[in-house]
């Protein structure tokens, strides 16, 4: 009897202890909006380029709306080519499911195909007291491999509404590139900040993209190098009618407001 006892004894303790290193996992820290990574340029593709900025095109029809997207070009240029890797990959792991692997430290390992080749992508999310740590290391094989790059890191807010990453250049240039800081508001990203970090000409250059309440409800703060001097720009236009305006000093030569319609025609301001 007394065996009997013993062993229902440590049963009951056995039984405890794993229920309790299962419980001790918890839940996974939640990702971060792909949204936080990414300003909407919906509105500003264009074809041009920074070289065709010349003070003689401010008189043609969509000259305003033109250098609003030419300027704002720059940044989503940076995005769209120097940091694509890691951005795709970030946007991937919107897709995976995460496996616990430490003490509070879940990781999301899978693979992106980026322009025909293939990349490794880690990433782990540390739940801290006051927030969480997250690293992204990717690996190619092959031509010009590496392994467990760091490509960014950064930490996000435990109830999700706001954080900050850090974007390296490359594998071949691990600087640090890009800081980005975001916002949450209700169930979107209401506010984005890229600031350039690379020690050159545009260290410190920056875009604030955000949305308002306002007719015009969202807008770019940009402070960036020209090629001669740093310049600020503002532009404010509505997500839906498309219309718009746009400020600069240094560009349009006074600091009044240029507009255009919904079809990104200059228009009169009103």
């Known amino acids: 009897m007394k065996k009997f006892f013993t062993l229902l004894t440590l049963l009951i303790i056995s039984t405890g202890f794993f229920a309790?290193?299962?419980?001790?996992k918890g839940q996974p820290p939640v990702l971060p909006p792909q949204e936080s990574m990414v300003i909407d340029?919906?509105?500003?593709?264009?074809?041009?380029?920074?070289?065709?900025?010349?003070p003689g095109q401010k008189g043609t029809e969509n000259s305003n709306w033109e250098y609003a997207a030419i300027v704002a070009g720059y940044w989503k240029l940076i995005i769209n080519t120097t940091l694509a890797v890691p951005v795709t990959a970030f946007k991937a792991a919107m897709n995976q499911v995460p496996v616990f692997v430490s003490t509070k430290t879940w990781q999301w390992s899978?693979?992106?195909?980026?322009?025909?080749?293939?990349?490794?992508?880690?990433?782990?999310?540390?739940?801290?007291?006051?927030?969480v740590q997250w690293k992204m290391y990717i690996t190619r094989e092959g031509t010009n491999g590496f392994t467990d790059f760091l490509w960014f890191e950064g930490t996000s807010k435990l109830d999700g509404t706001g954080g900050q990453w850090i974007l390296y250049q490359d594998?071949?240039?691990p600087v640090s590139f890009l800081q980005i800081d975001w916002t949450k508001t209700d169930t979107s990203v209401g506010y984005i900040k890229y600031t350039y970090l690379k020690a050159d000409s545009f260290l410190n250059s920056f875009i604030e993209y955000g949305l308002t309440t306002n007719d015009l409800n969202a807008y770019y703060n940009i402070h960036y190098y020209n090629g001669v001097k740093f310049s600020d720009v503002?532009?404010?236009?509505?997500?839906?009618?498309?219309n718009g305006h746009v400020k600069s000093v240094d560009y349009l030569g006074d600091s009044n407001w240029y507009c255009w319609d919904s079809n990104k025609v200059n228009t009169v301001c009103p």
């Open 20 to 24: 309790g290193c299962k419980k001790d």
């Open 41 to 54: 340029f919906s509105n500003f593709a264009t074809t041009k380029k920074s070289v065709e900025l010349l």
């Open 110 to 131: 899978y693979s992106i195909t980026y322009l025909n080749v293939t990349y490794d992508a880690k990433l782990t999310g540390l739940i801290r007291s006051s927030d």
């Open 171 to 173: 594998p071949t240039s």
């Open 234 to 242: 503002n532009v404010e236009w509505n997500t839906t009618t498309l």
